[in-house]
Nanobody, 129 residues
């Protein structure tokens, strides 16, 4: 079993930046792929970013981003801290949502939330105009 805890959310002005963290505990998730999703009020949960394990390093694996965040968001990981990150730059009010991290034992990056085995509780990101 893997427990995921997100942190780093908050209130930021448009154009600002935040870095979300997702710390795993319970067991090693060194070969797991990671994903970030978000859910805005009244909307369905949507894919944000994901990264796979390439057998040698996590950051060297495939990464995918939603078109709406491409060029602004970056997914990364610190293996020593068992933590994944989502760096979010140039935020706009449309990025306001609860952000969730997720882990897949398959090790394959995917945009489908049904393919993830473990989920965090979410962290709120609010971007003011």
């Amino acid at each position: 079993q893997v427990q995921l805890v997100e942190s780093g959310g908050g209130l930021v002005q448009a154009g600002g930046s935040l870095r979300l963290s997702c710390t795993a505990s319970g067991r090693s998730f060194g070969s797991y792929s990671m994903g970030w999703f978000r859910q805005a009020p009244g909307k369905e949960r949507e894919f944000v970013a994901s990264a796979s394990w390439n057998g040698a390093s996590w950051n060297g694996g495939r990464q995918y981003y939603a078109d709406s965040v491409k060029g602004r968001f970056t997914i990364s990981r610190d293996n020593a801290k068992n933590t994944a990150y989502l760096q979010m730059n140039n935020l706009n009010p449309e990025d306001t949502a609860v952000y969730y991290c997720a882990a897949s034992a398959s090790g394959i990056a995917t945009m489908r939330d049904g393919n993830y085995d473990f989920w965090g509780q979410g962290t709120q990101v609010t971007v003011s105009s």
